[in-house]
């Protein structure tokens, strides 16, 4: 298959009408499938009513059929055709956060969407992207789109429109180059489903954020203990692995750099994952800075774009920084651990 490749700038007027969205909005109507930029990662759009575009998705990422979809809407008036209940806190979280990085799990009214896209469950993930290309082809194709991170199942998400062909070229119909994404990890994903509302995933709106607008909030206990079984099927799952082992390193930037060196004197090509500040003190064979630690959304913005580029760097092992658990850290961090596949080396 032929990737058709729709480059758009975000920042025109009248994106709706914009030769280039109309053109991918066809593509979605014919329940095919198109990556499109969002504020967090480029997703991979398809008809979420239809079980046709939503097998086309799972086979091009080549996705546990297990693992459920996010549904991505426009507009608050779409919510009702397909979720059988808003809670009223969940009234609250739309209304501070959408369009924004938080995606809403909701009880589902059941036989509208492709039950695929549900993987079958009783619930519903919904978020309202906030980003102008993302919401013009919404609007434009006027269908609610499930999308899941634009990757190839297991790997970094793509925070760009190279990184998308790099895993899907050839195997989708389409991706809107819309530039670079800025926040760069994915929403965070609540279940509004029980009283006191429960975090699934970490990302782009903080817990500090959650707990302001609507008191208590749980965190799922897969998240702090790894052996609870997660409520999101998506985080049992081996995720953002870069080709080479991935270890994270607690400790001084000595401690970082006796590992270094170890592993060189091994015979060993290795690749440290650090920030601006550290990135001309520390020594290996490639060394990258991912943001800065002082601004931890810049190691956010930067984090999935630096684990791609160890592949291109061909390094047999990876030592990583580690970030404050707190705040966007909080999604940094379950991320890195994710990638790492839970190995640390402490001091
Ligand atoms: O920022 C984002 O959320 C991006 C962009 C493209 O919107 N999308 C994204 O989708 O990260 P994906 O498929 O990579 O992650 C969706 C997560 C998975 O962990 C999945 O298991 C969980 O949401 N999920 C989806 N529906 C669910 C449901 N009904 N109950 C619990 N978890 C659900
Ligand atoms: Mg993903």
């Given at each position: 298959m032929n990737t058709k490749v729709w480059k758009v700038d975000k920042s025109v007027d009248n994106l709706e009408s914009n030769p280039q969205v109309v053109d991918a909005a066809n593509f979605l109507r014919d329940n095919e499938v198109v990556a499109l930029p969002t504020e967090t990662v480029y997703g991979l759009g398809g008809n979420a009513e239809s079980d046709v575009a939503v097998a086309k998705i799972f086979a091009a990422k080549g996705r546990p059929s297990d693992n459920p979809l996010i549904i991505h809407i426009a507009d608050k008036k779409q919510l009702s055709t397909f979720v059988a209940e808003v809670p009223d806190k969940a009234e609250v979280l739309?209304?501070?956060?959408?369009p924004g990085p938080l995606t809403i799990i909701f009880k589902k009214k059941e036989g509208v969407l492709a039950e695929s896209a549900t993987a079958g469950l009783a619930t519903v993930a919904v978020r309202m992207p906030d980003h102008p290309v993302?919401?013009?082809?919404?609007?434009?194709?006027?269908?609610?789109?499930?999308?899941?991170?634009?990757?190839s199942s297991g790997?970094?998400?793509?925070?760009?429109?190279?990184h998308v062909l790099d895993d899907l070229n050839?195997?989708?119909?389409?991706?809107?180059?819309?530039?670079?994404?800025?926040?760069?990890?994915?929403?965070?994903?609540?279940?509004?489903?029980?009283?006191?509302?429960?975090?699934?995933r970490p990302g782009g709106v903080t817990k500090e954020q959650l707990k302001a607008v609507i008191g208590e909030v749980r965190v799922d206990a897969a998240l702090t203990d790894e052996a609870a079984r997660p409520k999101a099927p998506g985080m049992k799952y081996q995720h953002y692995a870069p080709n080479?082992?991935?270890?994270?390193?607690?400790?001084?930037?000595?401690?970082?750099?006796?590992?270094?060196?170890?592993?060189?004197?091994?015979?060993l090509r290795v690749g440290v994952l650090t920030t601006e500040e550290q990135v001309d003190v520390l020594e290996a064979d490639v060394v990258l800075a991912c943001g800065k630690r002082e601004e931890l959304e810049t190691v956010a913005t930067a984090l999935y774009d630096t684990l791609r580029k160890f592949n291109l760097k061909q390094v047999d092992i990876i030592f990583s920084e580690v970030f404050p658990n707190e705040g966007v850290g909080n999604a940094i961090m379950n991320r890195l651990q994710k990638a790492a596949g839970n190995k640390l080396i402490a001091e």
């Open positions: 739309m209304e501070a956060f959408w993302a919401l013009a082809l919404l609007k434009c194709c006027g269908l609610p789109i499930a999308a899941p991170s634009a990757n790997k970094p998400s793509p925070t760009n429109a190279q050839g195997k989708i119909a389409g991706v809107i180059d819309g530039g670079a994404t800025g926040i760069g990890v994915e929403s965070t994903v609540i279940d509004c489903t029980e009283a006191i509302p429960v975090i699934l080479a082992p991935l270890y994270m390193v607690s400790g001084t930037t000595q401690f970082l750099q006796s590992l270094v060196e170890e592993k060189q004197t091994a015979g």
